[in-house]
Structure formats: C-alpha cells, structure tokens
C-alpha cells in the first residue's frame, strides 16, 4: 500500500483496492463478497465482507487509502517507498492511515484462515480521498450510493491511538468526537499598477496585516462532556504539577485551562477551536503592484461552536471591511457517539491484556476524520488503533512519516482480538 501513490492530486487510490482484491481473491474470498465502487475511476473504494451467522447486525472496520501529497524534495528518503530503519517503517501513509488499512485486511484473511464463524458479519472498507475530500470522499459516495455495502451497528475507525512520552505509554485513546473543519478564503482585491510607483494601499500588505490579527487572535478555552472525562483521566496519568492542572481543567478551571493550553499544544487544541493561515497566493507579476492577495485559514472548530460563531469572531480579530472571508465548501459537523460500555469495556479489556495498567481514555480529536460522515448517518463510530505513538513525535501529514515496527506488530494483534471479542456474543 505505502508504494501506491494514492495522494489526491498526482496519485489514485484505485490501484490499492485492486491491490488488495486481489490478495483477498488470493487468501479465498468470493468475487461476491469483494465490492470496489466509487465516484471516479480514479477513485475507487474496496468493501470486502466476512459472513458470520446473522445473530447481530454487522460491525464496519474503516480506513482510508488516500495520503496527503509528499514530495520527494522534502524528505530524507522516497516516501513512496517502505523503508525499515532502526526499528521504524517510514513512508507516506505509514501511520495515516495505511497500517490501519493493512491490518484490518491482514487479520480479515487470519479469520478466514482459522474458520472463525463471528455472530455478525465483519465489513472492511478502505475509501478514497478522506484527505482531500469534495466529490470524491469514499464514505461520503458510499452512504449516499451503496449504504448496504456498509450498513452496520457501529464503526471502529482511525482517530484514537495510543499516547506515549519518554518510551512509556500512557493512555490508549478511544475517539468518540472530534472537531470540524472550516477552511475560510481571506481576499484583498484592488487595482494595482506599476511597481515603479508604489501606493499606501497594497493588496499583499493589506492581507499580511490581516493574516497578523488572526495569528494573535485565540479562542476562548472551554470543555464539553468529552474532554472534561479525557482530562479528569489524564489527571490520573500525568505525574507532578500538571497532574493537579489537569484534574482542575476537569472541574472547570480557567487558570488550570491556561496552564494546560500553554503546556502542550494538543492540549491547547482540545480545549479550544483553532484558526491558522495554511495557503497563500498573491501577486500576478514581478514589476506589477498585486491586483490579489489570498490566503486559507484553516480552522479545526468544537462542535459545539456554530460556523456564524466562527466567522464572526475572524470578522471582529481582523477588523478590516476590505479584507473579504468566504467559504469555499459546504461544512457540516457530526454529533458525538455514545460511550457504549459494550465497545469500551472490549477495548479496555483488550488494553489490559495487552499492555497492563495503561488506561483507556476516550476523547475527541484534534483534527477530522470520515467518522463524522458515518455518525451523520446514523452509525455510530469509534477511533481505536492501538497503535502508540510519541506524543512530542507525531509525523502524520509530514516529513519522514513513519511507525515504530513494534507498534505496527502490537497494533495487529490488539485489533484481531479487539474485532473478534465484538463479533461474537457476550458470554
């Protein structure tokens, strides 16, 4: 998978699914249980499913195939290619969000192998474009096309992994919300002209100005349901001062909230939505005056704050009627999934086995995954991996990506367990 190049703009996610439909094909599975659809020839997404008996509605395993673009310039090494140094596997996708993919479909192939015979069917799906998104996102095509392919009581998906620090691991996280995204597009527009002859009034300085005031500009710091339970369960992980901090965010702190917002910043993230400049054009000529300044201010939003919330509060940071904010796309925001004792419990029961004395902690995530798609529509989701990773060396989405290989291998058994305690009957 890692040597697809499946990113949205110069790679496809079609040849992963044949990829692995024809490693299924291989390991005995029916044409009839193999389904590659999708928006765009380019784009196609693979659902296989493993029958069981019907007892209970079926479960969905979620992963997407699609990366964010990597260029080689940037790294250290061809990301599109599997490397294995020092104990890591680096490469584009490597933890977001092809170990995932892989896994689910290498021990889908270890239940067919050992006639395991679950009380529901087992769905995998591994979709298209959860990075790019628009026309081509695989969940969005799927529920909205093919929603019998992955109709389910409940999803585990990406978005929760497992926190360590100093070689410890500390918390196996368990996404139940996460955030939103708004991509707002800030405009300078004016007339331009010679370069020889500069005026006041310039479209790059006017956004540059405007770009100033967002970056000092911070949103207030809260809690919801969600984080105020993430906290109260760090508290009782962290060691020293920041332990009390945490605790204290849980119990509604503001001045614990500060201290804890300026300790980390995935703390400061969970605890308020964040807005920040990602993408800029300008300009149409070395010896011209710029006609257009642009930029992206990427904003990961709480779901309890509205999109007019949102949009109002740039408005008033940026304070500047000629500096236009629009938005691009359609935005929608997803309702939480319940903590449901049956997943929990399977997947602290899992953890315990596994890595004893490592609390599960659920939490809402930073960033933004296909989950909101899936609890829109009715199906409960849950960001689980047992994958670990160094909290003060998270690669997603950069350079030299890479998974530690002991984590990859842990990852593997914890989800075959994981999958098979919640496919079969309570005892």
Same mark, same amino acid.
């Given at each position: 998978?890692i040597e697809i190049?499946?990113s949205?703009?110069?790679?496809?996610?079609?040849?992963?699914?044949?990829?692995?439909?024809?490693?299924?094909?291989?390991?005995?599975?029916?044409?009839?249980?193999?389904?590659i659809?999708?928006?765009?020839?380019?784009?196609?997404n693979?659902?296989?499913?493993?029958?069981g008996?019907?007892a209970?509605k079926?479960?969905?395993?979620?992963?997407h195939?699609?990366?964010?673009?990597?260029?080689?310039d940037?790294?250290?090494?061809?990301? @599109?290619? !599997?490397?294995? %140094?020092?104990?890591?596997f680096?490469?584009?996708?490597?933890?977001? =969000?092809? /170990?995932q993919?892989? &896994?689910?479909i290498?021990?889908?192939?270890?239940?067919?192998?050992?006639?395991f015979?679950p009380?529901r069917d087992?769905?995998?799906?591994l979709?298209?474009?959860?990075?790019?998104?628009?026309?081509?996102?695989?969940?969005d095509?799927?529920?909205?096309?093919?929603?019998?392919?992955?109709?389910?009581?409940f999803?585990?998906?990406?978005?929760?992994?497992g926190?360590?620090a100093?070689?410890?691991?500390?918390s196996?996280?368990?996404?139940?919300?996460?955030?939103?995204?708004i991509? @707002?597009? !800030?405009?300078? %527009?004016?007339?331009?002209?010679?370069?020889?002859?500069?005026v006041? =009034?310039? /479209?790059?300085y006017? &956004?540059?100005?405007?770009?100033?005031?967002?970056?000092?500009?911070?949103?207030?710091l809260?809690t919801?349901?969600?984080?105020r339970?993430y906290?109260?369960?760090m508290?009782?992980?962290?060691?020293?001062?920041?332990a009390?901090?945490l605790?204290?965010?849980?119990?509604?702190?503001?001045?614990a909230?500060?201290?804890v917002?300026?300790?980390?910043?995935?703390?400061?993230?969970?605890?308020?939505?964040?807005?920040?400049?990602?993408?800029?054009?300008?300009?149409?000529?070395?010896?011209?005056?710029?006609?257009l300044?642009?930029a992206?201010?990427?904003?990961?939003?709480l779901?309890? =704050?509205?999109?007019?919330?949102?949009?109002?509060?740039?408005?008033?940071?940026?304070?500047?009627?000629?500096v236009?904010?629009?938005?691009?796309?359609?935005?929608?925001?997803?309702?939480?999934?319940?903590m449901?004792?049956?997943?929990?419990?399977?997947?602290?029961k899992v953890?315990?086995?596994?890595?004893?004395?490592?609390?599960?902690v659920?939490?809402?995530?930073?960033?933004?995954?296909?989950?909101?798609?899936?609890?829109?529509?009715?199906?409960?989701?849950y960001?689980?991996?047992?994958?670990f990773?160094?909290?003060?060396?998270?690669?997603m989405?950069?350079?030299?990506?890479?998974?530690?290989m002991q984590?990859?291998?842990?990852?593997?058994?914890?989800?075959?367990?994981?999958?098979?305690a919640?496919?079969?009957?309570?005892?």
């Amino acid at each position: 998978m890692i040597e697809i190049n499946s990113s949205f703009s110069t790679g496809a996610t079609t040849p992963v699914a044949e990829a692995v439909a024809a490693r299924l094909r291989s390991a005995g599975f029916a044409e009839s249980s193999i389904h590659i659809a999708g928006a765009s020839p380019k784009k196609q997404n693979i659902v296989v499913r493993y029958r069981g008996t019907g007892a209970r509605k079926p479960i969905l395993l979620l992963a997407h195939t699609d990366v964010v673009e990597a260029r080689r310039d940037d790294w250290s090494m061809d990301p @599109f290619k !599997l490397n294995e %140094r020092a104990g890591f596997f680096y490469g584009r996708g490597t933890t977001d =969000d092809k /170990a995932q993919a892989a &896994l689910w479909i290498a021990n889908l192939i270890r239940y067919k192998q050992e006639a395991f015979r679950p009380d529901r069917d087992i769905i995998v799906a591994l979709t298209a474009d959860e990075e790019g998104g628009g026309p081509y996102n695989g969940v969005d095509w799927l529920i909205k096309n093919r929603r019998d392919l992955i109709e389910a009581e409940f999803c585990l998906n990406e978005g929760g992994w497992g926190e360590m620090a100093d070689g410890k691991r500390l918390s196996n996280d368990v996404q139940v919300s996460e955030k939103y995204v708004i991509n @707002f597009r !800030l405009e300078v %527009r004016n007339k331009g002209g010679h370069s020889s002859m500069p005026v006041p =009034d310039n /479209a790059i300085y006017r &956004l540059a100005a405007a770009l100033g005031r967002v970056a000092a500009f911070s949103f207030p710091l809260k809690t919801n349901e969600i984080t105020r339970a993430y906290f109260a369960e760090m508290g009782k992980i962290e060691k020293g001062a920041i332990a009390n901090d945490l605790e204290q965010v849980a119990q509604g702190s503001e001045d614990a909230m500060r201290r804890v917002a300026a300790a980390s910043p995935a703390w400061n993230a969970t605890l308020r939505t964040t807005c920040v400049a990602t993408q800029l054009e300008g300009g149409h000529a070395p010896n011209a005056l710029p006609q257009l300044a642009a930029a992206t201010v990427n904003c990961r939003v709480l779901p309890e =704050d509205s999109v007019e919330y949102v949009r109002d509060a740039l408005k008033k940071a940026i304070a500047d009627d000629q500096v236009n904010l629009t938005i691009p796309q359609t935005l929608s925001r997803g309702p939480s999934s319940p903590m449901r004792p049956d997943v929990l419990g399977a997947v602290s029961k899992v953890t315990d086995s596994l890595w004893p004395g490592v609390r599960v902690v659920p939490i809402m995530v930073m960033g933004a995954t296909d989950g909101r798609a899936l609890r829109m529509a009715g199906i409960p989701t849950y960001g689980v991996q047992g994958v670990f990773l160094d909290r003060n060396d998270m690669r997603m989405h950069g350079r030299d990506e890479r998974l530690s290989m002991q984590s990859f291998y842990e990852a593997q058994t914890f989800l075959y367990e994981l999958v098979k305690a919640l496919a079969k009957s309570p005892e």
